[in-house]
Structures are given as structure tokens and as C-alpha cells.
């Protein structure tokens, strides 16, 4: 057969077709990813993440024991604490009681479980300001002390609310060009 006469197998049509609808929808407005731009602070990386053209978050985190990473997320409602592993196996909606400690200051709380992670919202002043002073966080669990080293803290802290304050102006100079997107 010439080329004319080619005919490629059915498979393969479909997976043409997939992948071109996929990449059509991608550039579709209504179909926007999460997208993000990340830089490195000491062993902290910081990010600004993006919904669409819509600014979403700041987050720094690092990893640490056990391939346990920690989050520190600051977006319109405030600053939360996130720690994860795909090691968990956690019941979502669930909330376990944790004992947080940074040198004299400690206190109990419960974190909210989803299925390989748990959070909080920092709303006490005063462990947000020892979060950039204390050189560890310990959270004490039923089964566990997690140690976060804080290393570096004051200024992934600092550049946290940089990051917000940059990426989280709703009406710029000029409303039709997109904002710069920066950590």
C-alpha cells in the first residue's frame, strides 16, 4: 500500500484524539491547572501557588524525618501548619490530639486528619512569633514526637508574607495584564 492507503490502527487513532482533546481543553480558560513558582530559602522552599490567573497561596516547607514534610501555608484566612507523609494512613475528617512544643512554650491542640496528612490554623500570636525564634518545633503525638527543625525560619517566615503581600493584589495598574507571578 502507498501512503495514501495508511490507516493507522484504531488504538492509536484514540490515543491521537485523547491527547488532542486533552491538550485543547488545557489551553480552554475554564479549564485552568494549579500552577506555582518556587524558590529555595536555606533548606526552606517557598512557593506561590496560583489557580488559574487567580492567586490561591504562599507555602514554605522542607522535609523532615522519615520523608515527613512540613508546610507552613499563609493565604487570605491566615497561617496554618501542615505535615505530611504517604507513609499515614489517616481517617479523614478525624482530629487527633497533639501536644505543639518549642522550648518553654507548649500547648495542646488537635490536628485534622485527612488520609496521609494533618493541619492547623495558627491563630495564637505567640507560637507564630516563636515559630521565627525557636530552633525546633516538636509536635508530640500518640505515636510519636515529630521534630521540625526551624532552621532558617525568620527568614522564610518574612519572605512567607512577602510572598502574599506581592501575589495577593486583586486590582493591579492595569486590570487586563496578568499579575507577576513571584514567591
Same mark, same amino acid.
Given at each position: 500500500?502507498?501512503?495514501?492507503?495508511?490507516?493507522?490502527?484504531?488504538?492509536?487513532?484514540?490515543?491521537?484524539?485523547?491527547?488532542?482533546?486533552?491538550?485543547?481543553?488545557?489551553?480552554?480558560?475554564?479549564?485552568?491547572?494549579?500552577?506555582?513558582?518556587?524558590?529555595?530559602?536555606?533548606?526552606?522552599?517557598?512557593?506561590?501557588?496560583?489557580?488559574?490567573?487567580?492567586?490561591?497561596?504562599?507555602?514554605?516547607?522542607?522535609?523532615?524525618?522519615?520523608?515527613?514534610?512540613?508546610?507552613?501555608?499563609?493565604?487570605?484566612?491566615?497561617?496554618?501548619?501542615?505535615?505530611?507523609?504517604?507513609?499515614?494512613?489517616?481517617?479523614?475528617?478525624?482530629?487527633?490530639?497533639?501536644?505543639?512544643?518549642?522550648?518553654?512554650?507548649?500547648?495542646?491542640?488537635? !490536628? =485534622?486528619? /485527612?488520609?496521609?496528612?494533618?493541619?492547623?490554623?495558627?491563630? +495564637?500570636?505567640?507560637? $507564630? *512569633?516563636?515559630?521565627?525564634? @525557636?530552633?525546633?518545633?516538636?509536635?508530640?503525638?500518640?505515636?510519636?514526637?515529630?521534630?521540625?527543625?526551624?532552621?532558617?525560619?525568620? !527568614? =522564610?517566615? /518574612?519572605?512567607?508574607?512577602?510572598?502574599?503581600?506581592?501575589? +495577593?493584589?486583586?486590582? $493591579? *495598574?492595569?486590570?487586563?495584564? @496578568?499579575?507577576?507571578?513571584?514567591?
Amino acid at each position: 500500500m502507498g501512503k495514501a492507503g495508511f490507516r493507522a490502527p484504531p488504538q492509536v487513532a484514540r490515543l491521537a484524539a485523547a491527547i488532542a482533546a486533552f491538550v485543547t481543553l488545557s489551553a480552554l480558560p475554564g479549564h485552568a491547572v494549579e500552577e506555582s513558582k518556587s524558590e529555595t530559602i536555606g533548606p526552606w522552599q517557598i512557593e506561590a501557588v496560583f489557580d488559574g490567573d487567580a492567586f490561591d497561596r504562599c507555602a514554605i516547607h522542607r522535609p523532615v524525618q522519615d520523608g515527613i514534610v512540613v508546610r507552613f501555608v499563609r493565604n487570605a484566612d491566615g497561617l496554618s501548619l501542615e505535615l505530611e507523609s504517604p507513609k499515614w494512613k489517616l481517617e479523614r475528617g478525624k482530629n487527633y490530639p497533639v501536644k505543639m512544643a518549642m522550648g518553654p512554650l507548649s500547648f495542646d491542640v488537635e !490536628v =485534622a486528619a /485527612e488520609p496521609s496528612s494533618v493541619s492547623m490554623k495558627i491563630e +495564637d500570636t505567640k507560637f $507564630e *512569633s516563636a515559630l521565627r525564634r @525557636a530552633s525546633a518545633l516538636n509536635v508530640v503525638a500518640a505515636g510519636a514526637t515529630i521534630r521540625v527543625p526551624l532552621d532558617k525560619s525568620t !527568614v =522564610a517566615f /518574612e519572605r512567607l508574607g512577602q510572598c502574599v503581600e506581592k501575589n +495577593d493584589r486583586s486590582v $493591579e *495598574s492595569n486590570p487586563f495584564v @496578568a499579575p507577576p507571578r513571584q514567591p
